[in-house]
């Protein structure tokens, strides 16, 4: 209720701040007989830890992942899984200045107003730490849809646009996605962002992006009417990730300038027996529920406030203030947003996989 | 758990098809000592209810709501409180074709492929019908916000964009709102609006808009992280009405494209030794908490599917077969959803108020 | 959240007091294709209403329940299904002094000192008339279990104590539960319990009672570790039944005076090759899981205050009073705890079942 | 929602098996600017850790809590709690016995039955191991409480009968309860009972036993009509307990054998103003709220299956078997879960108190 947790059935609950001795999660709801092992969840933190190329963050953590319960013998055995990751670089450094100054565009001075108290240090509570969590939790959610949909489900992330720029969708092609550092599906698009994200970098500012989440094989009849939509849920999830101001389904904001005729996804049946959509404006979701068809989700994710340029703000006693960033940060966080997003895409669809076999069809 | 319900302090559970004979409501959680009359929720579903205009459904509803329970000598008891609306225009026709067909867009499709079973009759749950008792149930949560913020909260929406239209915002005027079909804040715009869905309708089609709902004085501390952002709950909020692809706080989708200087909200301290923002990028919402700014959401509505151009789709039996709505339809069904996000905004405050009395500061 | 919802997937939600308009509920997580119809539910509120023998309060509700939604053709859909009873013999009488006066014994002082405000008319949202409405939710309840647990689940309650008298267990005769007006199994108990009560009703007295319930046929697995324990969720459901002042499982408080050697219940191999339990002092339930044994549960169920003998109380504006109860009322209100026990069993067992459901053996 | 979690507002969710390397859990929900450190909880942990006396089991486990979030400068920060106990004395030994037979009495067979497998070293999840986190939650609660509540909150436990020997109730001196190695109330029944249960232990036999709680100056109006009343949270936190098989507020069971008057609770005025009860046969809960009178519950605790006298039952293959449990054990459960039963009355407490402060008068 106090909202360090996310899901129903497949639920997990996360705990931990920036500078803390480690953050961690119980993740309960997990089926029984599923094999799963540390490596399964580090292959996805290794995506999302900090310190990979020039465009993220400067901060070295191994993020090396613990499973304390819920597994026996590599098999999970239904009951709450606990996972934990020690916080190994959290540098000596003087915190005066974040401690008595509220950073604009950051949740610092919110934090203070709610709570009366606050971790300064590397945002505590607020920092995009928390997001390894997420990745954990993701990454098993992944094993329970591999396990109980025939085929599993693919969940797969890029980054479709960066401040201005954005890609050639005719281009797309997945395979790109691992060849750069902005999980970009349009490899000249790619190549520009380099040149344009370095110039940021340097000048110490920042900029946003626009992420997509694609899941494939995702059954039909997911989501749960009328307040429980399967979109509805995926919003929820992609708009609490850090810095994500907007969240669209298939066409999104374009459908709203689209006519009827336009808009409609026409269904006839393929010569397999099965329904076929012939277009797919509604990203795999009608009225709630899943249709069979990908499951598309966007993302726009605001720059980060952390910039060189002097900004305007307060301290902790009403003085007006001037506050600029200097050192490690990320100048694109939408980049790191990639697989936190498709960890939240997984998290969710395995929530409602479970509440779908929790009404059966008798 | 199965989605008949919204929120968590503040929470709803609504039933009711569309063609069945009543819908109806329980509400849990309203703090006891709130004044509450029938006529306080029926000013909202006035405003809501079909057959108002000719953008608007033609079928006949009085929506008269009646309070069951919850309710003593005027005030609020603290217990839930039941509401019942009385479906009186269940026009006895043949549904002979909606029955066996499934309309492209709708939902009827996908119920019968996660249920086995669905109410056909005028699309039965998944109707927009049951919006009703959303705006009902936020008619509530403004007394409940009423009563318990000093000054109380304002909610407004208002249509912003209808296909490729979309306003001046310079001239935003929330007097112009009352003064035509659209909840239009722009008076010309909503002028030429008319002309332009005029001939929509006259052809049989429909087309999108984008919906946006402001609200103000919203205490500073709402929101609970990481996982119950106040925007990640209204991005929820606003998803689960139906026809809703995309939802934005503040700047939304064009906070991706900007720098960190463009975006940055900065603060300086009012002469009432408050602080002050000097802008709104964000919407009212920093780390997920209010800041005591306006908040700002913006929903893309996709156009209804129910027009006159026949459409390919498919029968119960697996025929290919094509469909065409005549009759009576909204052609713009964003109009109808402004009071519903009004109403899903109110709901959403109103529990995250709750909540944040549920975590004192001792 | 505020209390008037029981279980997570199989969930109902109640509204409505003692003299209002109607009493209903929303029962969220039905699974669809399920057959029911209003006599369904009926049959069961006909064994709890008022007014059947001189033994239960006089007044004359014929609890007429309607089904407002979710069920289409006679078959459940899935979606919320909406119950309706109206209140008919609100008597017109004079509440001036229950207004102003605190029952002892009844919630009427309590609910004032927490809410401020009450409904007073015969206990408002405190009176056992709510209680139709958990028996409603049961009826549905069993079809489920009917409909998913091959077999069906089997639910029986009966009266196994009043005051000072207790059946003997050997006499146990389930057929006799139906032929006395105390669901007493034990046919010559009953015969002594009739004078007894007999006299108790002339002298304006009450007396508790004890009331044990038996679900046969629920299968191996059901309770979810280590909180929502089976016999947790039930003591929880029995424990909320107004007048209940204790729940025991099984063997119960005897169980504290046994040796490990006493209160084994030792394993065989049956013919058929499933697993025989040699006793049952577990009353059905190990770990907090089914056995697929008997599971057993007792409750005890306190005497109304509403008595002719005058009692000490005070007054709303703090006098000191006598308070004394005339007309009707029930002298052993456990009698008509027994349908409401045996739903409340039907509830938690559907809930668990769904929940089992939900975390599948791959 | 699958049961490793409890409460709503405060909330804990534990994770950890007997014999994993570690157990833990999340707090959610704890307000913000509470006094906290670790010995707070270690002095909670430090009365229920096994190995103090020959009368609990013999492992040795130091039970050494560490908090790794929520917690700045000494102070709660309002965001989640994590707590880890590392465990130490995992032995290594053969578990080859255990691992293919089924211990009647224990939750072996149905984990098995449910799960289709089990961590069955020292009874996995099922172990009583689990507890110490419950004490660990109840030590927060505690300071929630304390924090919330003018004067503080005292909740205290007992152990009121042990087999077939109770206590004298007259003699009860709370003083007495850290004397004795029972937290026995009574001295000279707690000399009787240290050489009952030395015979008992010497004879690897068990016995069960009953447990009281008590807490005093709870606030008026705690518990949530109609289904999450106080006792019924408390029925359900209880017999939640490993090897609790009964639960009874006040009088309880000796309830349902009274009259109207021998059961009433009579009220006056007291000099100060305050209404007074005359007697507590209700426990301290009127329609499930409390009525600011001391809050009494007491619990049936079974004896342990874990004895010497070879028992029959099955093993992993349908073969049956006998067993026999030699070693470490704990003669009398019930004397572990007295600041188990404890904490879980704390947790309860706050989360009610929380839900309280949610529904303000305005």
């Keep these: 209720m106090s909202g360090n947790g996310f899901g129903h059935l497949f639920r997990f609950t996360t705990f931990g701040e920036s500078h803390g001795p480690a953050i961690g999660c119980v993740i309960d709801g997990v089926p029984p007989g599923i094999p799963l092992a540390e490596a399964d969840i580090q292959h996805y933190l290794d995506q999302r830890k900090p310190g990979q190329n020039r465009f993220t963050t400067q901060r070295r953590e191994p993020d090396q992942v613990k499973i304390l319960s819920g597994v026996f013998e590599g098999l999970t055995t239904g009951t709450s899984i606990g996972l934990l990751?020690?916080?190994?670089?959290?540098?000596?450094?003087?915190?005066?200045?974040i401690k008595d100054t509220f950073r604009p565009g950051h949740a610092d001075w919110v934090y203070q107003q709610k709570y009366g108290i606050r971790d300064y240090r590397g945002g505590g509570r607020s920092s995009a730490r928390e997001t390894a969590m997420r990745v954990a939790a993701g990454a098993i959610a992944r094993k329970v849809l591999d396990a109980l949909v025939p085929g599993g489900v693919s969940i797969r992330g890029a980054m479709v646009g960066m401040g201005p720029h954005s890609i050639d969708r005719a281009a797309w092609n997945w395979a790109e996605v691992g060849n750069n550092p902005f999980w970009c599906p349009d490899a000249i698009a790619a190549k520009a962002w380099e040149e344009s994200l370095d110039a940021i970098r340097k000048a110490g500012s920042s900029?946003?992006?626009v992420v997509e989440v694609v899941a494939e094989r995702?059954?039909?009849g997911l989501g749960a009417p009328v307040y429980d939509k399967l979109d509805a849920d995926l919003a929820k999830a992609m708009m609490s990730i850090n810095a994500v101001k907007g969240v669209e389904i298939g066409d999104g904001?374009?459908?709203?300038?689209?006519?009827?005729e336009e808009n409609a996804d026409e269904m006839r049946m393929g010569n397999d027996g099965q329904v076929r959509f012939l277009s797919n404006h509604a990203g795999g979701i009608l009225g709630g529920i899943s249709t069979g068809q990908e499951v598309v989700v966007r993302l726009a994710v605001k720059p980060t406030s952390s910039i060189l340029t002097p900004k305007r703000s307060i301290d902790a006693k009403g003085n007006e203030v001037e506050v600029s960033t200097k050192g490690r940060h990320d100048p694109c966080v939408a980049i790191r947003a990639v697989p936190v997003a498709e960890a939240m895409m997984a998290c969710t669809l395995a929530d409602h996989l479970l509440r779908s076999l929790a009404q059966p069809r008798p």
């Design 207 to 209: 900029i946003g992006g």
């Design 85 to 97: 990751i020690e916080n190994t670089d959290q540098r000596s450094k003087d915190y005066g200045e």
């Design 253 to 260: 904001f374009a459908a709203a300038t689209l006519s009827g």
């Design 218 to 220: 995702v059954p039909v």
